[in-house]
């Protein structure tokens, strides 16, 4: 594949149509069926491209794109090279004997070592017992020795609302006025403390943090129609539970006469090796793309319905939390990323959505590493709060 110059042409593809495309002709070679999960293996390992990224299609298919997300492109080509790919190790070919190169187990950090990142917690406190007040919580844990042991401590407030606590040496008079700077510029107002309470007790939680990082309760993943690992927070999520503990789950679910989740639904399963940090179990939740223009001046207008869907989403996920007992939840923001519903406008989807229900659950806390993402959520609450 020539990325530098694409031909205008050539059909272009999602990975999805990739892996269909593929299976079609494997079939017709007698060549087992292939996955996403297998080609993204096959990328890791080098055995096969990346694709074209949106930026390197030809001008005319990107216009085409309703939105213009992360998610790389492919061709008629690939889908020969990847049957090939698969033809061989099917045959008994290694990966080496590919030309594939070996890698660690895993280049993420486990949740120990995400314990030792600094996260930024936004509380959104909804209580019809007492006034809502906005917590941000700055932490940082450091797990890098073996035995305890006594620091001084010292706390410096930096805005009414929010108070930095640590160890050690204290920040010098510039640190702080810069953090008192990055506080005021960056995080939710002092203002929104005095904002009318919703109705209902439900909580809303936004954290800078790795999505499977430890939580009590439980853990909603944004699935695809088969519940099979996907890429980002739902890869994140499989990688934590075990490949091979979900997958047991989802045989217990084929088992029972589970097929597909039709967007807008949700099912329950096990938290495999998740269960060891707290996750009660899996809400897998499948939500609906985005088909409909990507209007990038802010006025986001659904035209097929994929707003109702991703409320409808929202509600089977709370309705499947009550059904189980479940009070606490940890989330990614179903639909976004290569779903393609554009921020803000999916976390202002969420956010109404929830507090709009009624649900026994208490608490749902939303997780992103993308820092981008955590202003837009703090700043999406705010909005749907001011609105009520």
């Not at 590919?98 to 895993?106: C, F, Q, Y």
């Not at 006594?150 to 920040?171: H, I, Y």
Request: hydrophobic share 40%; aromatic share 6%; proline share 4%.
């Amino acid at each position: 594949m020539k990325n530098s110059e694409p031909d205008a042409d050539v059909d272009y593809f999602d990975i999805t149509e990739l892996v269909e495309r593929a299976n079609a002709r494997a079939s017709s070679l007698n060549i087992g069926d292939l996955t996403v999960r297998a080609v993204r293996f096959y990328i890791q390992r080098g055995l096969f491209t990346k694709g074209l990224m949106v930026n390197q299609l030809p001008e005319i298919r990107q216009r085409s794109l309703t939105h213009k997300g992360n998610q790389r492109f492919f061709t008629d080509d690939d889908v020969a090279t990847l049957v090939n790919i698969k033809g061989q190790l099917d045959a008994g070919k290694t990966v080496a004997d590919l030309g594939g190169r070996e890698i660690r187990e895993s280049s993420r950090p486990s949740h120990d070592d995400d314990l030792s990142v600094r996260k930024m917690l936004f509380t959104e406190l909804n209580s019809m017992m007492s006034p809502i007040t906005d917590e941000i919580v700055l932490s940082s844990i450091d797990s890098s020795f073996s035995t305890p042991r006594v620091e001084k401590s010292w706390t410096v407030t930096l805005r009414e609302d929010v108070t930095l606590q640590g160890t050690g040496v204290a920040p010098s008079e510039d640190a702080v006025r810069e953090l008192v700077r990055v506080v005021n510029t960056f995080f939710a107002p002092l203002a929104a403390a005095s904002m009318p309470a919703n109705t209902g007790t439900l909580k809303i939680e936004i954290e800078l943090a790795d999505i499977a990082s430890p939580f009590s309760g439980g853990i909603v993943n944004s699935s695809d129609a088969e519940v099979t690992a996907g890429g980002g927070a739902s890869a994140r999520i499989w990688e934590v539970c075990g490949h091979d503990e979900l997958g047991r789950e989802r045989q217990q679910l084929a088992a029972a006469g589970f097929r597909k989740l039709a967007p807008g639904t949700a099912v329950f399963t096990g938290a495999g090796r998740g269960a060891g940090i707290g996750f009660e179990g899996i809400i897998h939740a499948h939500g609906p793309r985005w088909m409909s223009p990507y209007d990038k001046s802010g006025h986001t207008v659904s035209m097929h319905g994929e707003d109702e869907l991703l409320a409808r989403t929202w509600r089977a996920v709370l309705a499947t939390a009550d059904e189980r007992g479940i009070h606490q939840l940890v989330t990614p923001a179903i639909s976004s990323g290569i779903f393609g519903f554009p921020s803000p406008h999916v976390f202002e989807v969420a956010f109404r959505t929830l507090l709009d229900t009624a649900t026994d659950v208490q608490v749902v806390r939303f997780r992103t590493i993308s820092r981008r993402a955590f202003d837009q959520m703090i700043d999406a609450l705010q909005r749907v709060r001011s609105t009520g």
